[in-house]
C-alpha cells in the first residue's frame, strides 16, 4: 500500500497557541512573567519546548542549559493540562485525509511530539480514528530527521516505506523525507510558510484542497 504520512504540528494543525502558553507558565514559575508571544514567537512554539525555553531564557539575557533541562517536565505537564484551548486544525485538513483515505491510500502520522501527548491531542480533536498509525519522539529510540520513525509510521499504516510520502512544515521533515528516500510536501500555511520554497521540497501547498491531486501525482 502507498502511504501518506503527516507531521502534526504545524502541518494538520496549529498548536502554537497552547505550546507558548506552556512555556509562559514556565518562564511565570521562574518570575519573569510572560516572555514569549502569540503570532510574533508561532514558529518558535512549533519547533518544540526545549526551543521555546532556550528562545525566552535567550530573550531575557539568562539562558542557562540547567534550566531549560528542569523546566522541561514542567512545560510538558502545563501543556498537558491545557492542550487543545487554542490550537486548531487548519481548514481542510481533514477533508484531505478523508479523501486520502477513500483512494486508498494508507494515512498516518509521524511527530517529534511526546507520543502520549499526541495521542491526547489527537483525541481532544476528535480525529484519532481517522489515522491508522502514530508515531511520536519517543515512540523509537530515535527521531525525525532519522528516517526511521517515518518508516515506521508507513508500516504501522499497513504501506511500503519506499511508498510513502512525508507532508510537513519544516526543514526537519524535508530532511527526514530525504533520508528515507521518499518525497516531502511542505505546506505554506504555517507560521515558517515563506521559508519552505528555500527547502525544495517535491512539491508546496497552499492549502490542503491541493493535497490529494499533488499526491496522485507523486505516487501514484
Request: with cysteine.
Given at each position: 500500500?502507498?502511504?501518506?504520512?503527516?507531521?502534526?504540528?504545524?502541518?494538520?494543525?496549529?498548536?502554537?497557541?497552547?505550546?507558548?502558553?506552556?512555556?509562559?507558565?514556565?518562564?511565570?514559575?521562574m518570575?519573569?512573567?510572560?516572555?514569549?508571544?502569540?503570532?510574533?514567537?508561532?514558529?518558535?512554539?512549533?519547533?518544540?519546548?526545549?526551543?521555546?525555553?532556550?528562545?525566552?531564557?535567550?530573550?531575557?539575557?539568562?539562558?542557562?542549559?540547567?534550566?531549560?533541562?528542569?523546566?522541561?517536565?514542567?512545560?510538558?505537564?502545563?501543556?498537558?493540562?491545557?492542550?487543545?484551548?487554542?490550537?486548531?486544525?487548519?481548514?481542510?485538513?481533514?477533508?484531505?485525509?478523508?479523501?486520502?483515505?477513500?483512494?486508498?491510500?494508507?494515512?498516518?502520522?509521524c511527530?517529534?511530539?511526546?507520543?502520549?501527548?499526541?495521542?491526547?491531542?489527537?483525541?481532544?480533536?476528535g480525529?484519532?480514528?481517522?489515522?491508522?498509525?502514530?508515531?511520536?519522539?519517543?515512540?523509537?529510540?530515535?527521531?525525525?530527521?532519522?528516517?526511521?520513525?517515518?518508516?515506521?509510521?508507513?508500516?504501522?499504516?499497513?504501506?511500503?516505506?519506499?511508498?510513502?510520502?512525508?507532508?510537513?512544515?519544516?526543514?526537519?521533515d524535508?530532511?527526514?523525507?530525504?533520508?528515507a528516500?521518499?518525497?516531502?510536501?511542505?505546506?505554506?500555511?504555517?507560521?515558517?510558510?515563506?521559508?519552505?520554497?528555500?527547502?525544495?521540497?517535491?512539491?508546496?501547498?497552499?492549502?490542503?484542497d491541493?493535497?490529494?491531486?499533488?499526491?496522485?501525482q507523486?505516487?501514484?
Amino acid at each position: 500500500m502507498k502511504t501518506v504520512i503527516f507531521d502534526l504540528d504545524g502541518t494538520l494543525a496549529d498548536t502554537s497557541g497552547d505550546l507558548l502558553e506552556a512555556a509562559n507558565a514556565c518562564f511565570r514559575d521562574m518570575g519573569h512573567g510572560d516572555v514569549l508571544r502569540h503570532g510574533e514567537d508561532a514558529g518558535i512554539a512549533l519547533r518544540g519546548g526545549r526551543m521555546m525555553l532556550s528562545h525566552g531564557l535567550r530573550r531575557l539575557g539568562a539562558y542557562e542549559e540547567d534550566v531549560v533541562h528542569s523546566y522541561y517536565p514542567m512545560l510538558l505537564e502545563f501543556y498537558a493540562e491545557a492542550i487543545d484551548h487554542h490550537t486548531r486544525l487548519y481548514p481542510g485538513a481533514m477533508e484531505a485525509v478523508e479523501a486520502l483515505r477513500g483512494e486508498g491510500y494508507g494515512v498516518g502520522i509521524c511527530t517529534n511530539k511526546p507520543e502520549a501527548l499526541a495521542e491526547l491531542l489527537l483525541r481532544r480533536l476528535g480525529i484519532r480514528d481517522a489515522f491508522a498509525s502514530m508515531v511520536g519522539a519517543d515512540t523509537l529510540p530515535v527521531r525525525k530527521p532519522d528516517p526511521e520513525p517515518l518508516r515506521e509510521a508507513a508500516r504501522r499504516a499497513g504501506g511500503d516505506p519506499a511508498l510513502c510520502l512525508l507532508v510537513g512544515d519544516s526543514d526537519t521533515d524535508r530532511n527526514t523525507a530525504r533520508a528515507a528516500g521518499v518525497p516531502s510536501v511542505l505546506v505554506t500555511f504555517g507560521p515558517s510558510g515563506e521559508e519552505m520554497a528555500a527547502l525544495e521540497p517535491e512539491a508546496l501547498i497552499d492549502r490542503f484542497d491541493d493535497l490529494p491531486g499533488v499526491v496522485r501525482q507523486l505516487l501514484g
